[in-house]
């Protein structure tokens, strides 16, 4: 396996800033290449599967594609709201 200089010195920084071994760092990232490639090629199996009449146009791939990849936006935070004092009935 070869590296560049500059790769290698920006993985090692990397790997200690994780608290990791540059060993263990680097088979995670080969782990996460594997993965993904498996990822990619179960979705061209499926894509595959489609005739081709079913499958989404270049404008309807854009617009899932955008739709898909648009950062999600966290849920708005609960805020916390003191209960009501109850009212006492009158003649109680």
């Known amino acids: 396996m ?3 200089r500059n790769e290698l010195a920006s993985a090692k920084r ?8 540059l060993s263990s760092f680097i088979t995670d990232a080969v782990r996460d290449r594997v993965r993904e490639e ?4 179960a979705a ?7 005739a081709l009449e ?3 146009s270049p404008a309807e791939a854009q617009a899932l594609f955008e739709a898909w990849s648009a ?6 935070r609960r805020v916390k709201v003191k209960p009501r004092a109850r009212r006492v009935a009158k003649g109680r």
């Open 2 to 4: 070869s590296i560049e």
């Open 44 to 50: 061209r199996k499926i894509v595959a599967s489609f």
């Open 71 to 76: 950062p999600s936006v966290p849920p708005a």
């Open 14 to 21: 990397l790997a200690a800033h994780l608290g990791l071994s």
């Open 38 to 41: 498996a990822r990619r090629e």
């Open 54 to 56: 079913e499958r989404a």
